[in-house]
């Protein structure tokens, strides 16, 4: 049965004031299918456990409680991105002890354990199982505080007070309801809500009382502290820019079922699933090179008006590049990029935003985040934009040309980043000129 599990096996301790020795246990972890602890030591021996003590493991835990269940990548290429390591990989946890490589990393309303074989120089042992699961918040996060609570209550009952993970683990233990929401801000953001940062937490706060329904954590999981308060001023711009747009309809998709949101498949399969399935509802043929601008004349949508971001600069890079507001079949949207194509790619990102809404009335961002439900708007809208159907009609074979990816995305009227990344994901082979 899949699962995620970490178990701690106590083993005798001497009569002693260290939670180090207090600690020390067989610590095991499975993901997926397998015990992803199980190594083969130098004299070629397997063993299922760790033996070490879960100490350092748990006040890593502790410390990182809010960004391990809120904080997601930031973008497509931070999986490598040290600081974001340093709180989702428990290789952090270490301190001179040798655990397996895991890695935990919150998706949406779901959570993703993933760990990969790895060997040891330092120790000369080798971890030769892999495993993956995905399952919802509330599970990773159940699992995770009994492993640090079976921590925290052995050190109390072997009469070792005072010390990080403790303190830690009792201001979690005592956060008030009315602060939860706050301390998922903060988790999104990768901060803890219990290091005092004045300047963040007076741009949340503001944030929270601007801004309605999920466009503050939608925010969060878009930012880094350090980018948060750019990000802030033009989104609190934007969203003020959006009362006065035109509103566009939502009415003809009132009757097209969104395929569900299925765990077992990757986010961007909903979303070319989508494309596809509203293609064939209102009668888009695959091999239109105008199958956009049909989509946006039915939903009485102009991506040619662009909002103001309340600065003079680029708007390249930014992360908030729409805002979507939604009320029963009418919808507001704000977009915010220079260029016109920029502008077409978010529009089809905001009609999935829009139509997938949990409430008829609500309110997001489009942002480069790594979240579930912004995997499938992108993936949506590249299928939507620049449809695959259309791009193998223009080719020969499974390679194509890199002039070739210019000249469809002039004819699709869309970026030439668009085509290239829907040949590419798509398995097709990209040529030099």
Same mark, same amino acid.
């Given at each position: 049965?899949?699962?995620?599990? @970490?178990?701690?096996?106590?083993?005798?301790?001497?009569?002693?004031?260290?939670?180090?020795?207090?600690?020390?246990?067989?610590?095991?972890?499975?993901?997926?299918?397998?015990?992803?602890?199980?190594?083969?030591?130098?004299?070629?021996?397997?063993?299922?456990?760790?033996?070490?003590?879960?100490?350092?493991?748990?006040?890593?835990?502790?410390?990182?409680?809010?960004?391990?269940?809120?904080?997601?990548?930031?973008?497509?290429?931070?999986?490598?991105?040290? +600081?974001?390591?340093?709180? =989702?990989?428990?290789?952090?946890?270490?301190?001179?002890?040798?655990?397996?490589? /895991?890695?935990?990393?919150?998706?949406?309303? %779901?959570?993703?354990?993933?760990?990969?074989?790895?060997?040891?120089?330092?120790?000369?042992?080798?971890?030769?199982?892999?495993?993956? @699961?995905?399952?919802?918040? #509330?599970?990773?996060?159940?699992?995770?505080?009994?492993? /640090?609570? +079976?921590? /925290?209550?052995?050190?109390?009952?072997? =009469?070792? #007070?005072?010390?990080?993970?403790?303190?830690?683990?009792? $201001?979690?233990?005592?956060?008030?309801?009315?602060?939860?929401?706050?301390?998922? $801000?903060?988790?999104?953001?990768?901060?803890?809500?219990?290091?005092?940062?004045?300047?963040?937490?007076?741009?949340?706060?503001?944030?929270?009382?601007?801004?309605?329904?999920?466009?503050?954590?939608?925010?969060?999981? &878009?930012?880094?502290?350090?980018?948060?308060?750019?990000?802030?001023? @033009?989104?609190?711009?934007?969203?003020?820019?959006?009362?006065?747009?035109?509103?566009?309809?939502?009415? *003809?998709?009132?009757?097209?079922?969104? *395929?569900?949101?299925?765990?077992?498949?990757?986010?961007? !399969? !909903?979303?070319?699933?989508?494309?596809?399935?509203?293609?064939?509802?209102?009668?888009?043929?695959?091999?239109?090179?105008?199958?956009?601008?049909? $989509?946006?004349?039915?939903?009485?949508?102009?991506?040619?008006?662009?909002?103001?971001?309340?600065?003079? #600069?680029?708007?390249?890079?930014?992360?908030? /590049?729409?805002?979507?507001?939604?009320?029963?079949?009418?919808?507001?949207? &704000?977009?915010?990029?220079? =260029?016109?194509?920029?502008?077409?790619?978010?529009?089809?990102?905001?009609?999935?935003?829009?139509?997938?809404?949990?409430?008829?009335?609500?309110? !997001?961002?489009?942002?480069?985040?790594?979240?579930?439900?912004?995997?499938?708007? !992108?993936?949506?809208?590249?299928?939507?934009?620049? *449809?695959?159907?259309?791009?193998?009609?223009?080719?020969?074979?499974?390679?194509?040309?890199?002039?070739?990816?210019?000249?469809?995305?002039?004819?699709?009227?869309?970026?030439?980043?668009?085509?290239?990344?829907?040949?590419?994901? %798509?398995?097709?082979?990209?040529?030099?000129?």
């Amino acid at each position: 049965m899949s699962k995620f599990l @970490i178990k701690c096996t106590w083993l005798p301790d001497k009569a002693s004031s260290s939670e180090l020795d207090r600690t020390l246990c067989r610590l095991s972890l499975a993901v997926g299918d397998n015990v992803v602890t199980e190594y083969r030591s130098a004299d070629r021996t397997t063993y299922e456990d760790l033996q070490l003590p879960s100490y350092f493991l748990a006040e890593w835990v502790a410390e990182n409680w809010w960004p391990l269940l809120w904080e997601p990548r930031k973008n497509e290429d931070s999986e490598d991105d040290i +600081d974001f390591l340093d709180r =989702h990989c428990i290789l952090a946890a270490q301190h001179g002890f040798v655990l397996p490589k /895991v890695t935990i990393a919150p998706f949406g309303r %779901n959570i993703k354990v993933y760990a990969s074989p790895r060997f040891s120089q330092l120790a000369d042992v080798r971890f030769t199982k892999g495993g993956q @699961i995905i399952l919802p918040r #509330q599970k990773i996060e159940s699992e995770l505080r009994k492993f /640090v609570h +079976d921590v /925290v209550d052995h050190l109390d009952k072997g =009469h070792i #007070q005072s010390t990080v993970l403790q303190d830690t683990w009792s $201001l979690i233990e005592e956060t008030a309801d009315n602060e939860v929401e706050f301390c998922r $801000l903060m988790g999104a953001l990768g901060v803890s809500p219990y290091i005092a940062d004045p300047q963040l937490e007076k741009l949340l706060e503001m944030a929270l009382a601007k801004f309605n329904s999920r466009l503050p954590m939608d925010l969060c999981l &878009a930012c880094t502290p350090d980018d948060f308060a750019s990000a802030s001023n @033009i989104a609190q711009s934007a969203v003020a820019s959006s009362a006065s747009l035109p509103t566009s309809t939502l009415a *003809p998709l009132s009757t097209i079922q969104l *395929p569900p949101d299925s765990i077992s498949l990757p986010a961007w !399969r !909903r979303g070319v699933n989508a494309a596809r399935r509203l293609r064939d509802k209102i009668g888009i043929a695959e091999l239109d090179p105008k199958g956009g601008d049909r $989509l946006f004349d039915v939903l009485k949508l102009d991506p040619s008006i662009k909002v103001g971001t309340g600065s003079n #600069q680029s708007t390249e890079g930014i992360k908030v /590049v729409g805002v979507v507001e939604r009320s029963a079949f009418d919808v507001k949207i &704000a977009l915010l990029q220079d =260029h016109f194509t920029q502008r077409r790619f978010a529009a089809a990102r905001a009609v999935f935003a829009a139509w997938s809404s949990e409430s008829p009335e609500e309110s !997001r961002f489009l942002t480069p985040a790594v979240t579930r439900d912004q995997q499938a708007s !992108r993936a949506f809208a590249a299928e939507m934009m620049a *449809p695959l159907g259309f791009i193998r009609s223009k080719m020969k074979g499974a390679k194509i040309q890199q002039d070739r990816v210019f000249e469809i995305a002039n004819e699709l009227n869309i970026g030439s980043d668009v085509v290239l990344k829907q040949a590419l994901n %798509n398995g097709l082979q990209v040529m030099p000129y």
